[in-house]
C-alpha cells in the first residue's frame, strides 16, 4: 500500500519548506494548493502572478505549477500551432504561444480545457515551461527547467531528484 506523505493542505508561504523527494509523489498525480507567490516572466513583463495556484505532483517528476486563469495575462496568450498532446491522468492539453509584442514564444504554456474525472481542479488553469519564457519563480526563488522539457517540471531548492526527463530516463 503506498502511503502519501504529503499534505492534504497548503504549505503557507510564511512556513519553512522541508526538501520533497519527487520519489515520494503519488501516481497517479497528486493536485495541491499552493499559496506561495507564483511568478512567469517573458519579454519583460510579467504574465502570471499568484498567490493561489495548483501544484501537480507525480512520481519522479518536479512540480507543475497550474495558476488560474484571473492571475494569467491571457490577452498575451494566442492558441499555438503545436496542436494537442494527451495525459494518461489528465487529459487532453491545449498548447499556447506567449507573444508579447514580437517575442513569440511557442509553446510556453499549456491547459486543459476539460480534464479527466479526479483533475477537474486544473479546468482551465495555465502552466508554463520555464525553459521557454525569461523566468519562473516560486517564493522568490528562481526555478529551473526539467531537463528534456516534457514534463515542465519546476526544479526548486526543495525538489530532491532524480528527475525524469533527461536521455535514458523515458523507462523510468
Known amino acids: ?14 512556513a519553512p519548506r522541508p ?6 509523489y503519488p501516481r497517479p498525480p497528486a493536485v495541491r494548493e499552493d499559496d506561495r507567490l507564483v511568478r512567469v516572466e517573458c519579454a519583460g513583463q510579467v504574465v502570471a502572478e499568484t498567490r493561489r495556484s495548483l501544484r501537480v505532483l507525480e512520481t519522479s517528476h518536479p512540480p507543475v505549477f497550474y495558476i488560474p486563469p484571473a492571475d494569467v495575462r491571457t490577452e498575451l496568450l494566442v492558441p499555438a500551432h503545436s496542436g494537442r498532446t494527451w ?4 487529459g487532453s492539453a491545449r498548447y499556447w504561444d506567449v507573444a508579447v509584442g514580437d517575442d513569440v514564444r511557442a509553446g510556453a504554456a499549456w491547459s486543459y480545457p476539460r ?3 479526479g483533475f477537474t481542479a486544473l479546468q482551465d488553469y ?4 520555464p525553459s521557454r519564457v525569461d523566468r519562473c ?8 527547467a526539467q531537463e528534456g522539457d516534457f514534463y515542465g517540471g519546476w526544479i526548486t531548492s526543495e525538489v530532491r531528484g532524480p528527475f525524469k526527463g ?7
Open 1 to 14: 500500500m503506498y502511503l502519501d506523505p504529503l499534505s492534504e493542505h497548503p504549505a503557507s508561504h510564511s
Open 87 to 90: 495525459c494518461e491522468w489528465k
Open 137 to 144: 519563480t516560486v517564493a522568490g526563488e528562481d526555478a529551473t
Open 166 to 172: 533527461g536521455p535514458g530516463t523515458l523507462l523510468w
Open 126 to 129: 495555465f502552466a508554463f515551461y
Open 19 to 24: 526538501p520533497e523527494s519527487v520519489w515520494d
Open 115 to 117: 480534464p479527466e474525472p
